[in-house]
């Protein structure tokens, strides 16, 4: 409340009562939020409103892990809700309080990459190296101390992530970083998410970039060599038909001497050659007595 009315009275009122199933009603006053840098000041303040509320709620959960109460059983879990889709559950247990984390996502490859992550940053958790964090554990199924929660909010395709915070962990400025890293659990995963998908997407362009190169290489070799042969197949063609028989040779020597007679006896014409031609050039006709007569 005092966040509230610290970022701008003639901005932001708070509304008593608050509106029914929620803990805080503002009205705002666009008319006077200030223009220039003063005004992203405002809008910014007052976004983190609902951060700051959360935030608020949790260190006072967290607060109470100091506690000396005993009890005997099991406390009900409380519920958060940061983001529609994106809630979790913070459990007081006997000397630590459990933050439980239902995962969802949208698309099957980020199902197997998130599984594929919460898995490796469990065994790294349980590691002696960093055995001062608080421990994590991951499940495909939800925790005992679940049971009785709504159905819808109980069903995830990728597990659930379970923390647990021990008094160590909310020791001075530990706190704030325990309370950050809480609420910025699912956005830390989806970005790891995101970041890795990137990184496949560029390795496999990469990859096929390589495989076309490498396809492509043998196919520069063959395409000479099919040239090589079809250069050597071309020169076998005109060496055979160089080599060709003597009658084709000779017809090829008569159309060349023709050819020049003709050239001639049109450059040069001798009167009366053409009766010399006709009576003595001239093929006599003979007639086959293989005759033969059609029939009716």
């Known amino acids: 409340m005092e966040m509230v009315k610290a970022i701008s009275l003639d901005v932001v009122e708070i509304v008593q009562p ?38 608020s709620q949790l260190k006072e959960m967290l607060w109470t892990v100091n506690s000396e109460d005993t009890f005997q059983g099991m406390c009900k879990p409380i519920k958060l809700v940061y983001h529609p889709r994106e809630t979790f559950y913070v459990i007081k247990q006997p000397l630590k309080i459990a933050a439980v984390f239902p995962m969802r996502f949208k698309e099957h490859s980020d199902v197997i990459i998130a599984t ?3 898995q490796e940053l469990t065994d790294v958790g349980s590691s002696k ?20 929660e709504p159905f819808e909010d109980l069903s995830t395709n990728g597990g659930f992530v379970t923390f647990d915070i021990y008094p160590r962990h909310i020791e001075g400025k530990r706190l704030d970083k325990t309370v950050w890293s809480l609420l910025n659990f699912y956005a830390y995963v989806k970005y790891h998410v995101k970041c890795t998908k990137g990184f496949i997407q560029r390795r496999m362009r990469k990859r096929l970039e390589s495989l076309v190169e490498t396809l492509q290489g043998p196919n520069f070799g063959e395409d000479e060599q099919t040239e090589k042969v079809q250069g ?50 001239t093929i006599p006709k003979f007639s086959s007595s293989m005759g033969y007569t059609k029939l009716d």
């Open 232 to 281: 050597n197949a071309r020169c076998s063609c005109v060496g055979k038909s160089v080599q060709l028989p003597k009658f084709k040779m000779l017809k090829r020597k008569y159309g060349d001497f023709t050819r020049k007679i003709k050239k001639l006896r049109f450059r040069i014409k001798i009167h009366g050659f053409r009766r010399f031609r006709q009576r003595w050039l």
């Open 18 to 55: 608050a509106k029914e199933g929620y803990q805080l009603t503002l009205r705002l006053n666009l008319s006077k939020i200030p223009r220039g840098k003063d005004s992203m000041k405002v809008i910014s303040e007052i976004s983190t409103v609902q951060a700051t509320i959360l935030s």
């Open 116 to 118: 594929a992550f919460l």
């Open 129 to 148: 190296k960093w055995a001062k964090v608080p421990p994590c554990c991951w499940a495909p199924i939800p925790p005992p101390e679940l049971r009785g």
